[in-house]
């Protein structure tokens, strides 16, 4: 059953049309992955389907009280609550229900009062255990913890978060809300791996619908079960996940292009009989041929995406130790390291990734690799014959005040012609080599951080991030272009689909210590997960131990106890059961009375207390009973 479904969506800004003719289902528990070139129109769909912008033509409809969530790239979450407040707003009708728990119990106090209190406690309590009453707050520190946050964030206001942090928060918000439809649009951006892989787990069980935006491969594999491609005004659909999606469309291309190459040599052979037999014998047939040629409706030429066209290449054959640390502590303040690694060695070819939490110091050992920051203890030291290229997260090594064309001359001085051609590669042309660097986009800076690694012709790569800002095509192209690169790299990275076609061994940064991991990032998780079982068996076996060796004296004075904790309560039951048979003695007697003399409200009330004490009675002879069988 559908719960949103569009028909004939359209959306232009003036002249330009961002996309036409565009109509989707959304089913009940469908996971949906929207992909496509950046500046396609993927987050302004995502808007149409959220009620947040009209279509110029076409219309959605939404099932009756359907709960729409929707995360946008940039959170504006300017407020005095706490994180932990702000999560509190989801469940203001479970609260409410909470306070008015409260009030009726008070109520209850009141002999006026208590039997319609009573009945309304009932009911409402019921409603609020089914609701999730008592136990919305360990949901809530089940999702602050999952997405990263630290106990003492908690107590954060949200006016003083980062970017990042105020994405993660309303992401929390959104998930702790529970609706039936979750529009989210780059939710990995700002996630560790820790948290990448609970937000997988999470989305993958949850019974809701999702339309998600994500340049995240990995994620994209793991969670969604159908693509949406929209590139070209136009949204394509497939089934499957990321790497299906990618076999489907290929084969697709394909497919088009061999008919397209099939029609357009028809089409020629038949022009080509047309303008021989246009005046002679034939001409009949060659007029029948023209009428039936101009009806043929013409199959559009395949397009692709325009990626960028990387190349790295070296000349210069480093030594083969490319990096060597001893007893390295890194950090800023000698009181408090970020972390301490073991002595390192990178040799030439080999290609490193770094993982860790954020914050956990990954960009600051490039940083001490570099030089930039000093070790707190210990040394780093560099080999023979080293060409470095650092391409940063942040981009603070480009100049906000240069031009495009200003960054790339800035490295090697080319002819301005040589050096437009050249940023025609990563997708600048025209009058956008003259853009500024602080007027770019995330993606437009990265593409001149990459396009001015590429003419330094590095042997030894530090990357920060290298896919953060770049597209879906970008970052495959990125990828094979490292996997073929002949230098040595050290990758900090989120991109698990990258880091696993490129590691040749795995560092993770955690408690403050580095660890080395050989392999790529399939065999690190296969390491782990022995780790992990093999720790459980030795707690299991280390608990046994306890268990059988516990001492028989230890025992003895634990069932001494029970025993006479058993005595106990079996002589307060008997002192409270003959106090209750005493008081339904005394009830029978004054019921006798009472009826004698014809007072039928004693009458009434008496017989209340008396099925009340009567009750009372039994629940304690049964708990008697159930004490002395034990």
């Known amino acids: 059953m559908s719960i949103l479904t569009a028909s004939g969506l359209a959306k232009s800004y003036g002249a330009q049309d961002v996309f036409w003719d565009v109509s989707i289902q959304i089913a009940r528990d469908d996971k949906i992955g929207l992909v496509g070139p950046n500046g396609e129109g993927k987050t302004t769909l995502l808007r149409i389907l959220a009620g947040l912008e009209e279509p110029t033509a076409g219309t959605v409809h939404r099932a009756r009280g359907l709960r729409v969530g929707y995360l946008p790239q940039i959170v504006d979450l300017d407020s005095e609550r706490t994180v932990y407040a702000e999560m509190l707003t989801a469940f203001a009708e479970l609260r409410a229900q909470q306070a008015e728990l409260r009030r009726l119990e008070e109520a209850m106090a009141d002999p006026a009062r208590r039997e319609e209190a009573m009945r309304r406690y009932a009911d409402l309590l019921t409603r609020f255990e089914l609701a999730g009453g008592y136990t919305y707050e360990a949901r809530i520190r089940q999702v602050l913890t999952g997405l990263g946050f630290s106990a003492e964030e908690w107590d954060h206001p949200l006016g003083q978060l980062s970017g990042g942090q105020k994405t993660r928060a309303l992401l929390a918000r959104l998930i702790l809300e529970d609706p039936d439809l979750l529009l989210l649009d780059e939710p990995t951006n700002h996630l560790d791996l820790a948290a990448l892989e609970w937000l997988e787990d999470y989305l993958r069980q949850w ?62 052979k038949t022009e080509a009989f047309i303008q021989r037999y246009r005046a002679g014998q034939r001409s009949k047939e060659a007029r029948g041929r023209q009428k039936r040629l101009a009806r043929l409706e013409r199959i559009e030429r395949p397009r692709e995406a325009q990626t960028i066209r990387l190349r790295l290449e070296t000349d210069l054959r480093s030594g083969d130790l490319v990096l060597i640390t001893k007893g390295l ?8 390291p970020l972390f301490t690694c073991p002595d390192l060695i990178l040799r ?82 025209g009058d956008e080599v003259f853009k500024r660097i602080g007027d770019l986009s995330g993606g437009e800076r990265s593409r001149v951080a990459l396009a001015k690694l590429t003419l330094r012709e590095p042997n030894f790569l530090l990357l920060d991030e290298p896919t953060t800002h770049l597209d879906l095509p970008s970052q495959e192209v990125l990828q094979d272009v490292l996997v073929n690169f002949h230098g040595t790299i050290l990758l900090v990275s989120h991109d698990r689909y990258l880091i696993d076609a490129l590691a040749t061994q795995v560092w993770v940064l955690e408690h403050g210590r580095l660890r080395v991991y050989q392999g790529d990032y399939g065999a690190y998780l296969a390491q782990r997960e022995a780790e992990d079982q093999q720790a459980a068996e030795r707690a299991a076996k280390k608990q046994a ?20 904790q058993r005595a106990q309560r079996m002589a307060q039951l008997e002192e409270e059961i003959a106090a209750l048979e005493a008081r339904l003695d005394e009830l029978s007697r004054e019921l006798t009375i009472a009826s004698s003399a014809r007072a039928l409200d004693k009458v009434r009330a008496l017989g209340v207390e008396y099925e009340q004490v009567e009750a009372e009675l039994n629940q304690r002879l049964a708990e008697w009973a159930e004490v002395h069988a034990a």
Request: proline share 3%.
């Open 207 to 268: 019974p809701g619908s999702l339309v998600v935006v994500a340049h995240d491969r990995r994620f994209l594999d793991k969670v969604v079960g159908r693509i949406w491609d929209l590139g070209f005004g136009r949204l394509e659909k497939y089934v499957g996940n990321y790497s299906r999606y990618t076999e489907l469309r290929a084969e697709r291309m394909a497919r088009r292009q061999a008919e397209y190459e099939a029609q357009q040599a028809h089409i020629a």
């Open 329 to 336: 502590a890194v950090g800023y303040d000698p009181q408090h």
């Open 348 to 429: 030439q070819g080999q290609r490193a990734a770094l993982i860790g939490p954020n914050g956990s110091g990954k960009t600051t050992f490039l940083r001490t690799v570099l030089g930039q920051v000093a070790p707190l203890a210990g040394e780093v030291r560099l080999g023979a014959s080293l060409k470095i290229g650092y391409l940063a997260q942040t981009h603070e090594t480009l100049n906000l005040e240069h031009t495009v064309l200003d960054e790339i001359l800035e490295v090697k001085n080319l002819p301005v012609e040589k050096a437009r051609t050249f940023l025609g590669r990563f997708l600048f042309h």
């Open 545 to 564: 131990q306890a268990q059988t060796q516990k001492r028989p004296e230890s025992q003895e004075r634990a069932r001494r106890r029970e025993a006479q």
